[in-house]
């Protein structure tokens, strides 16, 4: 089969089983109420990888809140083994260091440098403080794991002296770089932007995004914007999403599958997926999943009742499901 691709590096997007610990106004996540649960989820996400176009080299981990899916370290297990760069997004919450063997890259949501109004944001008290992230932050260094700091602005934002402060709070805590996002809407630069006469040392953009990158006290300044469903906006592929309820989409609001996709833009009469698995064929690959985890990760996978059993860091063992 010959597909029709928008970028030469489209996006792996994996949204976790998960809910979220934050309340964020302007996220357009859902909390699904189809989730995939267990060895299910995982069957599933492993069978979407098998089958996956090589000019997918990058993945990203996505929620909701990874850090609060109990299936996180089985997910990202199998993504390693097939990705050449794994990204994960988080807002802190409950960062380990085993997470830090999984991935190349953290992202950290912070929308404001002083704590109380970073809270209110969030919705919750919950989110890592400046002392907190800054251990985050040493501790993804220790293990050779960059952070970025993304803050999302209003397409109205218009508070420069802001963007000197979080430039600051951002070397403060230790973070390689920070990010500026506007609100989904358009690829139009926010004026604030004009604030800052620093030399651009890269700048991108593709007709749903736009990237520009300078250097502020030291410390790697990104604006970004971007529409919210770019695969739409093109008509081909850009990214694809894996949904928690199993759906392999173009898109975030998980309308146009990829199946339906294809269906629409190649002549071929052959599935992209065969989702009517016998039980042989789906017990063959739990045990291939739960192989790659002894094998490679000292992961134990399955167990009864669908659940997921692995050592902890402490010694201990607990067995629970997403």
Request: net charge negative; charged share 25%.
């Amino acid at each position: 089969m010959t597909y029709n691709y928008a970028v030469d590096n489209p996006n792996f997007s994996i949204i976790v089983p998960a809910g979220c610990n934050a309340k964020c106004e302007f996220c357009f996540w859902k909390q699904p109420k189809d989730s995939l649960v267990g060895i299910k989820y995982l069957k599933r996400l492993d069978m979407v990888l098998r089958e996956l176009p090589s000019q997918f080299t990058q993945c990203s981990i996505t929620g909701g809140e990874p850090t609060t899916c109990g299936l996180l370290r089985e997910i990202l297990t199998l993504v390693r083994l097939r990705f050449d760069k794994v990204v994960m997004s988080s807002n802190g919450y409950n960062i380990q260091n085993w997470m830090f063997d999984y991935i190349d890259h953290l992202n950290i949501s912070r929308h404001d440098y002083q704590d109380a109004r970073n809270e209110r944001v969030f919705g919750t008290d919950t989110v890592p403080n400046m002392y907190k992230l800054g251990d985050i932050c040493e501790r993804a260094n220790e293990h050779g794991v960059d952070v970025t700091i993304n803050t999302v602005l209003a397409p109205e934002f218009d508070d420069y002296s802001f963007i000197d402060k979080m430039v600051e709070f951002t070397k403060v805590v230790g973070a390689n770089a920070i990010c500026f996002r506007k609100e989904h809407s358009d690829i139009e630069p926010m004026p604030v932007e004009d604030y800052i006469h620093n030399k651009v040392t890269y700048e991108h953009s593709c007709g749903v995004c736009k990237v520009k990158e300078r250097l502020m006290k030291g410390v790697k300044t990104t604006w970004r914007y971007s529409v919210l469903e770019p695969s739409q906006e093109l008509g081909a592929i850009y990214e694809l999403v894996f949904h928690a309820n199993g759906k392999l989409t173009l898109d975030w609001e998980a309308d146009t599958s990829l199946e339906e996709h294809l269906a629409n833009n190649i002549s071929d009469d052959e599935d992209y997926f065969d989702e009517d698995l016998t039980e042989e064929e789906e017990a063959i690959m739990a045990e291939e999943v739960a192989r790659l985890g002894r094998e490679i990760f000292k992961v134990e996978i399955g167990g009864s009742n669908d659940h997921v059993s692995r050592p902890l860091g402490c010694g201990g063992l607990i067995s629970r499901g997403c």
